[in-house]
Nanobody, 129 residues
Framework: QVQLVESGGGSVQAGGSLKLSCAAS????????MGWFRQAAGKEREGVAA???????GYADSVKGRFTISKDNAKNTLYLQMNSLKPEDTGMYYC???????????????????????WGQGTQVTVPS
């Protein structure tokens, strides 16, 4: 079973940057996706960015050109570099993992709000208006 621990959240002025980290431990499938989700107060959780084990990535339209997802396989760590932050980026950010016995792609870790194999506890990002 995979365990995920996020870090790096905080409060930053609009236009600023933050880099989130997600440390993974435990058994990981050879084929897997990992993703970042966020949930603002009173809203549904939404996918932000995702990566597949082959390095392919996908992003929500709202963050394209501003956020970059990456992973360090040696450290088993997932990152989310967030630039040009806006107040609407405020929310709790979660990382998630899904393993595949065969096939798979990043899309599942971008569009599946619930039911992935593992979720972290979340890290808060606040961008005051």
């Amino acid at each position: 079973q995979v365990q995920l621990v996020e870090s790096g959240g905080g409060s930053v002025q609009a236009g600023g940057s933050l880099k989130l980290s997600c440390a993974a431990s435990g058994y990981m499938h050879r084929r897997y996706c990992m993703g970042w989700f966020r949930q603002a107060a009173g809203k549904e959780r939404e996918g932000v960015a995702a990566v597949y084990s082959d390095g392919s990535t996908g992003y929500a339209d709202s963050v394209k050109g501003r956020f970059t997802i990456s992973k360090d396989n040696a450290k088993n760590t997932l990152y989310l570099q967030m630039n040009s932050l806006k107040p609407e980026d405020t929310g709790m950010y979660y990382c998630a993992y899904e393993g595949f016995s065969y096939g798979g792609n990043w899309n599942r870790c971008l569009t599946t709000r619930n039911g992935l194999d593992a979720w972290g506890q979340g890290t808060q990002v606040t961008v005051p208006s």
